[in-house]
Protein backbone atom coordinates (compact mmCIF):
# COMPACT_ATOMS: atom_id res chain seq x y z
CA UNK A 1 0.00 0.00 0.00
CA UNK A 2 1.32 3.42 -0.75
CA UNK A 3 1.49 5.57 2.28
CA UNK A 4 0.15 8.95 0.45
CA UNK A 5 -2.85 9.39 -0.97
CA UNK A 6 -4.17 9.08 -3.92
CA UNK A 7 -5.82 11.81 -6.42
CA UNK A 8 -9.51 12.43 -5.16
CA UNK A 9 -12.28 11.65 -7.49
CA UNK A 10 -12.32 15.38 -9.11
CA UNK A 11 -8.53 14.90 -9.43
CA UNK A 12 -7.12 17.04 -6.42
CA UNK A 13 -4.48 16.08 -4.16
CA UNK A 14 -5.81 15.72 -0.81
CA UNK A 15 -3.12 15.07 2.15
CA UNK A 16 -5.12 11.78 3.53
CA UNK A 17 -2.16 9.73 5.77
CA UNK A 18 0.74 12.90 5.60
CA UNK A 19 -0.02 14.78 8.51
CA UNK A 20 3.15 13.19 10.33
CA UNK A 21 5.56 14.13 6.84
CA UNK A 22 3.85 17.45 6.93
CA UNK A 23 4.61 18.23 10.82
CA UNK A 24 8.20 16.67 10.50
CA UNK A 25 9.85 16.97 7.38
CA UNK A 26 8.14 20.27 5.90
CA UNK A 27 7.17 22.75 8.77
CA UNK A 28 9.43 21.06 11.11
CA UNK A 29 12.21 21.91 9.15
CA UNK A 30 13.84 25.17 8.02
CA UNK A 31 11.68 25.71 5.05
CA UNK A 32 8.57 25.89 7.04
CA UNK A 33 10.54 27.70 9.88
CA UNK A 34 11.07 30.26 7.13
CA UNK A 35 8.04 30.00 5.66
CA UNK A 36 6.41 30.67 8.97
CA UNK A 37 8.99 33.71 10.00
CA UNK A 38 7.94 35.47 6.81
CA UNK A 39 4.43 35.25 7.35
CA UNK A 40 4.80 36.66 10.46
CA UNK A 41 6.09 39.62 9.41
CA UNK A 42 3.70 40.10 6.14
CA UNK A 43 0.84 38.91 6.99
CA UNK A 44 0.21 42.34 9.41
CA UNK A 45 2.04 44.18 6.44
CA UNK A 46 -0.25 43.34 3.92
CA UNK A 47 -3.96 42.97 5.15
CA UNK A 48 -6.24 45.31 7.34
CA UNK A 49 -6.87 43.54 10.64
CA UNK A 50 -9.26 44.38 13.25
CA UNK A 51 -10.59 40.81 14.72
CA UNK A 52 -12.92 39.95 11.53
CA UNK A 53 -14.13 36.31 11.69
CA UNK A 54 -11.59 33.99 9.24
CA UNK A 55 -12.20 31.31 6.98
CA UNK A 56 -9.23 29.22 6.52
CA UNK A 57 -9.52 27.04 3.54
CA UNK A 58 -7.51 24.13 3.27
CA UNK A 59 -6.27 25.12 6.62
CA UNK A 60 -4.03 21.58 7.22
CA UNK A 61 -2.11 21.33 10.72
CA UNK A 62 -3.41 24.56 11.25
CA UNK A 63 -0.63 27.10 12.17
CA UNK A 64 -2.31 29.52 10.33
CA UNK A 65 -5.63 29.31 12.11
CA UNK A 66 -3.52 29.24 14.96
CA UNK A 67 -1.75 32.71 13.71
CA UNK A 68 -5.55 34.47 13.70
CA UNK A 69 -7.16 33.14 16.31
CA UNK A 70 -3.94 33.78 18.75
CA UNK A 71 -4.97 37.44 17.58
CA UNK A 72 -8.38 37.74 18.11
CA UNK A 73 -9.95 36.21 14.96
CA UNK A 74 -12.91 33.65 15.46
CA UNK A 75 -11.64 31.07 12.72
CA UNK A 76 -13.57 28.48 10.69
CA UNK A 77 -10.88 26.20 9.61
CA UNK A 78 -11.83 24.05 6.42
CA UNK A 79 -10.15 21.00 5.43
CA UNK A 80 -10.56 17.57 3.54
CA UNK A 81 -7.97 15.63 5.02
CA UNK A 82 -9.06 13.48 8.40
CA UNK A 83 -5.79 13.18 9.83
CA UNK A 84 -4.76 16.55 9.23
CA UNK A 85 -8.03 17.94 10.67
CA UNK A 86 -7.62 15.89 13.98
CA UNK A 87 -3.92 16.85 14.41
CA UNK A 88 -4.97 20.53 13.89
CA UNK A 89 -7.81 19.98 16.88
CA UNK A 90 -5.18 19.00 19.11
CA UNK A 91 -2.50 22.14 18.02
CA UNK A 92 -5.36 24.42 18.31
CA UNK A 93 -7.44 23.36 21.57
CA UNK A 94 -8.39 26.35 23.10
CA UNK A 95 -8.14 28.47 20.67
CA UNK A 96 -11.86 29.66 19.37
CA UNK A 97 -11.11 27.53 15.92
CA UNK A 98 -14.12 25.30 14.64
CA UNK A 99 -13.41 22.22 12.38
CA UNK A 100 -14.77 21.71 9.32
CA UNK A 101 -14.26 18.35 6.81
CA UNK A 102 -14.66 19.17 3.44
CA UNK A 103 -12.60 20.28 0.15
CA UNK A 104 -12.55 23.74 -1.16
CA UNK A 105 -15.06 23.21 -3.57
CA UNK A 106 -17.99 22.36 -0.82
CA UNK A 107 -17.74 25.92 0.23
CA UNK A 108 -20.82 26.84 -0.72
CA UNK A 109 -22.83 24.31 1.20
CA UNK A 110 -20.12 24.53 4.33
CA UNK A 111 -18.99 28.14 4.81
CA UNK A 112 -20.78 30.18 2.67
CA UNK A 113 -20.15 33.57 4.19
CA UNK A 114 -19.72 36.13 2.90
CA UNK A 115 -16.63 36.54 4.55
CA UNK A 116 -14.48 39.58 5.25
CA UNK A 117 -11.60 37.77 5.52
CA UNK A 118 -10.57 34.52 3.76
CA UNK A 119 -6.54 32.47 3.84
CA UNK A 120 -6.00 29.83 1.71
CA UNK A 121 -2.46 29.22 1.39
CA UNK A 122 -0.58 26.29 -1.12
CA UNK A 123 -3.74 25.13 -1.82
CA UNK A 124 -4.86 26.08 -5.59
CA UNK A 125 -1.48 24.15 -6.68
CA UNK A 126 -2.83 20.83 -5.77
CA UNK A 127 -6.34 21.08 -7.27
CA UNK A 128 -7.24 20.14 -10.76
CA UNK A 129 -8.96 23.37 -11.92
CA UNK A 130 -7.43 25.66 -10.16
CA UNK A 131 -9.26 28.51 -11.77
CA UNK A 132 -12.59 27.79 -11.08
CA UNK A 133 -11.60 26.85 -7.21
CA UNK A 134 -10.53 30.59 -7.94
CA UNK A 135 -13.29 31.63 -8.49
CA UNK A 136 -15.42 29.67 -5.80
CA UNK A 137 -12.99 31.54 -2.74
CA UNK A 138 -13.90 35.37 -4.82
CA UNK A 139 -17.91 34.45 -4.58
CA UNK A 140 -17.56 34.27 -1.04
CA UNK A 141 -15.65 37.47 -0.11
CA UNK A 142 -17.78 40.00 1.18
CA UNK A 143 -17.71 43.53 -0.20
CA UNK A 144 -14.52 45.25 0.96
CA UNK A 145 -13.20 41.68 2.30
CA UNK A 146 -9.82 40.48 2.02
CA UNK A 147 -8.42 37.45 0.45
CA UNK A 148 -4.76 35.90 1.60
CA UNK A 149 -4.08 33.92 -1.46
CA UNK A 150 -0.81 31.79 -1.21
CA UNK A 151 -0.12 29.50 -4.31
CA UNK A 152 3.52 27.94 -5.57
CA UNK A 153 5.25 29.36 -8.18
CA UNK A 154 5.42 27.72 -11.19
CA UNK A 155 8.34 30.34 -12.48
CA UNK A 156 10.23 29.51 -9.57
CA UNK A 157 10.28 25.57 -10.38
CA UNK A 158 11.52 26.20 -13.67
CA UNK A 159 14.12 28.39 -12.35
CA UNK A 160 14.65 25.59 -9.75
CA UNK A 161 14.78 22.49 -12.60
CA UNK A 162 17.08 24.52 -14.31
CA UNK A 163 19.33 25.26 -11.26
CA UNK A 164 19.25 21.44 -10.41
CA UNK A 165 20.60 20.54 -14.24
CA UNK A 166 17.04 19.91 -15.09
CA UNK A 167 17.56 21.67 -18.46
CA UNK A 168 15.07 19.64 -20.87
CA UNK A 169 12.70 19.27 -18.48
CA UNK A 170 12.63 23.09 -18.32
CA UNK A 171 12.75 23.64 -22.13
CA UNK A 172 9.80 21.09 -22.19
CA UNK A 173 7.58 22.99 -19.47
CA UNK A 174 6.64 19.92 -17.90
CA UNK A 175 7.35 21.05 -14.47
CA UNK A 176 3.95 19.43 -12.79
CA UNK A 177 4.14 16.73 -10.51
CA UNK A 178 1.61 13.59 -11.25
CA UNK A 179 0.28 13.89 -7.75
CA UNK A 180 0.39 9.96 -8.31
CA UNK A 181 3.93 9.69 -6.11
CA UNK A 182 5.21 10.07 -2.60
CA UNK A 183 7.56 13.58 -3.88
CA UNK A 184 5.42 16.73 -3.13
CA UNK A 185 5.59 18.68 -6.23
CA UNK A 186 2.36 20.44 -7.14
CA UNK A 187 -0.27 19.31 -10.25
CA UNK A 188 -1.08 22.99 -11.21
CA UNK A 189 1.97 25.90 -9.90
CA UNK A 190 0.68 29.05 -10.98
CA UNK A 191 2.20 31.82 -12.31
CA UNK A 192 1.72 35.90 -11.44
CA UNK A 193 -0.31 36.37 -14.62
CA UNK A 194 -2.23 33.85 -13.89
CA UNK A 195 -3.80 34.98 -10.51
CA UNK A 196 -3.68 38.88 -11.66
CA UNK A 197 -6.09 37.62 -15.07
CA UNK A 198 -8.59 35.17 -12.52
CA UNK A 199 -8.54 38.16 -10.15
CA UNK A 200 -9.36 40.66 -12.46
CA UNK A 201 -12.47 38.05 -14.12
CA UNK A 202 -14.00 38.14 -10.44
CA UNK A 203 -13.59 41.73 -9.64
CA UNK A 204 -10.71 41.60 -7.13
CA UNK A 205 -8.38 44.33 -6.65
CA UNK A 206 -4.64 42.71 -6.09
CA UNK A 207 -3.32 45.65 -2.71
CA UNK A 208 0.01 43.27 -1.66
CA UNK A 209 2.38 40.58 -3.26
CA UNK A 210 5.53 39.16 -1.61
CA UNK A 211 8.02 36.41 -2.44
CA UNK A 212 8.12 33.53 0.05
CA UNK A 213 11.51 32.32 0.04
CA UNK A 214 13.18 34.11 -2.75
CA UNK A 215 16.81 32.71 -1.80
CA UNK A 216 15.99 29.84 0.57
CA UNK A 217 15.50 27.19 -2.04
CA UNK A 218 18.12 28.01 -4.57
CA UNK A 219 21.04 27.56 -2.18
CA UNK A 220 24.01 25.69 -2.99
CA UNK A 221 24.37 24.35 0.30
CA UNK A 222 22.43 25.35 3.53
CA UNK A 223 23.50 27.56 6.13
CA UNK A 224 26.25 26.52 7.98
CA UNK A 225 25.56 28.24 11.44
CA UNK A 226 22.78 30.51 12.81
CA UNK A 227 24.78 33.48 11.91
CA UNK A 228 24.31 32.72 8.49
CA UNK A 229 20.92 31.75 8.95
CA UNK A 230 19.84 34.89 10.42
CA UNK A 231 21.59 36.69 7.13
CA UNK A 232 19.64 34.66 5.21
CA UNK A 233 16.61 35.90 6.83
CA UNK A 234 17.47 39.35 6.94
CA UNK A 235 17.81 38.65 3.10
CA UNK A 236 14.54 37.32 2.73
CA UNK A 237 12.97 40.04 4.59
CA UNK A 238 14.43 42.49 3.05
CA UNK A 239 13.86 41.63 -0.91
CA UNK A 240 10.57 39.40 -0.50
CA UNK A 241 8.57 42.64 -2.09
CA UNK A 242 11.01 44.19 -3.56
CA UNK A 243 11.75 43.87 -7.48
CA UNK A 244 12.00 41.79 -9.41
CA UNK A 245 13.21 39.42 -6.17
CA UNK A 246 9.32 38.45 -4.87
CA UNK A 247 8.48 36.74 -8.67
CA UNK A 248 11.27 34.12 -8.14
CA UNK A 249 9.28 33.23 -4.20
CA UNK A 250 8.69 29.57 -4.18
CA UNK A 251 5.64 30.85 -2.73
CA UNK A 252 3.64 33.90 -4.10
CA UNK A 253 1.40 35.69 -1.36
CA UNK A 254 -0.74 38.19 -2.38
CA UNK A 255 -3.88 40.16 -0.68
CA UNK A 256 -6.93 40.55 -2.91
CA UNK A 257 -9.50 43.09 -2.04
CA UNK A 258 -13.27 42.74 -3.44
CA UNK A 259 -14.24 45.79 -4.75
CA UNK A 260 -15.37 45.80 -8.44
CA UNK A 261 -14.85 49.31 -8.25
CA UNK A 262 -11.36 49.63 -7.97
CA UNK A 263 -8.90 48.82 -10.70
CA UNK A 264 -6.02 46.17 -10.35
CA UNK A 265 -2.91 48.11 -8.51
CA UNK A 266 0.26 47.85 -8.84
CA UNK A 267 1.90 44.97 -7.05
CA UNK A 268 4.44 46.48 -4.65
Known amino acids: MPDFAPLSPAGDRHFDGLADKFAGSLYGGPRGELRLALLDELLPRMLVLDGQPLLDVGGGLGQLSAWFARRGHAVIL??????????????LDGLPVSFV????QALPEHAAGPWPLIACHAVLEWLNDPHAAFATLAQRLAPGGQLSLMVFNRDALRFSNVVKGNLQKALDDRL????????????????HEQVAAWSRECGLAIRSVAGIRVFHDYLR??????????????????????????????YLLYTLVHDRRSPEETPR
Not at 101 to 104: D, S, T, V
Not at 227 to 242: I, T
Request: with cysteine; charged share 30%.
Open 101 to 104: QAPL
Open 78 to 91: LEPAGDMLDQARQN
Open 221 to 250: HPPANEDDWQRLVELERRYCQAEPHWRLGR
Open 176 to 191: EGTGKRQRLTPISPLR
